[in-house]
């Protein structure tokens, strides 16, 4: 009979990390972007970015559910944040609308550090 070795959780989530890693690579380089276009003050190039980024966390999306349960709610949680960044950011013509993009922006950060943390809890 043959041995069929049995995958751990860290190789699961490795698995997964592989297979997300393009789509989390695109969707930092244009957070990045929207950074640089903010700092420039450039309010057409941040709200263009915040088009791309709502692509890129559709894309996102379709990578959950993760093997891990925990890993799902901080990643989905970022998701989530960031997308409300994406859709608002695209229609605010205030300082407490930049001001409000800039608060889920820095909160689906966090939920990306919680979540990277998970992964190399395990190991």
Known sequence: AAVIPIETMAQKVDA???EATSDILRA?????????????QDVSGVQAACVILE???KRLRTHLPSPLPALNVEFGAAMDDYNNAAVMCQNM?????VDTVVSYMESGTIHVQNATAIMNGLK
């Open 16 to 18: 997964w990390r592989t």
């Open 28 to 40: 930092s380089a244009t957070l990045d972007m929207i950074s640089e276009k903010a700092y420039q």
């Open 55 to 57: 692509i890129d966390i």
């Open 93 to 97: 013509d205030t300082v407490a609308d």
